[in-house]
């Protein structure tokens, strides 16, 4: 399957499935309650750099369950190298699976951490099931054949409100045409959104309750 791994397209349609249930993409937790995941960095990035995706990685360590550990022979891993933007796929795909940091443009903690949040099976938050309560898509102002970005999903949010300060929320002129917005929040339209730089307490919660048995169940991931 290496060349559905490498095909950015596909990201799209991964998006698209309901990848836990269908897939069975959340990441194993070990007997002794910790999730370990595998990585490796590709040999394209500057020792800063490294130092930067590390320190994303190392910050999963300090919250939750989840330890992002160096590959040495698993099955499944992630892939951590400079691809054409920012992106990863939905949860555990199997066998080994690009999460694309491009240099110099994606290598930062908080880019760092959205996509790590995408490979353990974590929507953007203006997908979310309930997000129309939350904000209003300006679709006028939205490139054409972007609108994906902006679909509503079903989404299991795991009890956890809906976050404008989630590493997962785009900003308000994401993927904009003319430098209008393209998301505005409910009810004040001038709430801050989309501007963390670091994952929020809504963000740890989640992780938490998928991965490391609080409130846990199987179900659509979020
Ligand atoms: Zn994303």
């Known amino acids: 399957s290496s060349n559905l791994i490498f095909n950015p397209i596909l990201t799209l349609l991964y998006s698209n499935a309901d990848p836990c249930t269908a897939r069975g993409c959340k990441w194993k937790r070990n007997r002794n309650g910790l999730v370990y995941v595998p990585y490796v960095i590709a040999n394209q990035y500057s020792p800063d750099e490294i130092q930067v ?3 994303g990685l190392q910050s999963f360590t300090e919250v939750s369950c989840i330890r992002f550990v160096p590959h040495e022979g698993q099955r499944h891993f992630l892939h951590i190298q400079s691809d054409s933007g920012c992106y990863s796929y939905l ?3 199997g066998g080994g699976q690009v999460v694309s940091l491009q240099r110099p443009g994606c290598v930062h903690h908080y880019i760092v951490q959205h996509e790590l949040l995408h490979a353990l099976g974590f929507h953007h938050e203006q997908n979310r099931s309930d997000r129309d309560k939350h904000i209003k898509i300006l679709f006028e102002n939205i490139i054409p054949q972007q609108e994906h970005n902006f679909m509503k ?3 299991n949010n795991l009890a956890t409100p809906y976050d404008y300060n989630s590493v997962m929320h785009y900003s308000r002129y994401a993927f904009s045409r003319n430098n209008e917005p393209t998301m505005v929040p409910i009810p004040d339209s001038n709430a801050v959104i989309g501007e963390a730089r ?3 307490p809504n963000d ?5 309750r998928l991965y490391c048995g609080i409130n846990t ?3 659509p991931v979020a």
């Open 198 to 200: 670091n994952m929020s």
């Open 204 to 208: 740890i919660l989640r992780i938490n």
């Open 91 to 93: 949860g555990r795909q």
């Open 53 to 55: 995706i590390k320190r």
């Open 217 to 219: 169940y199987l179900g």
């Open 153 to 155: 999903r079903k989404t």
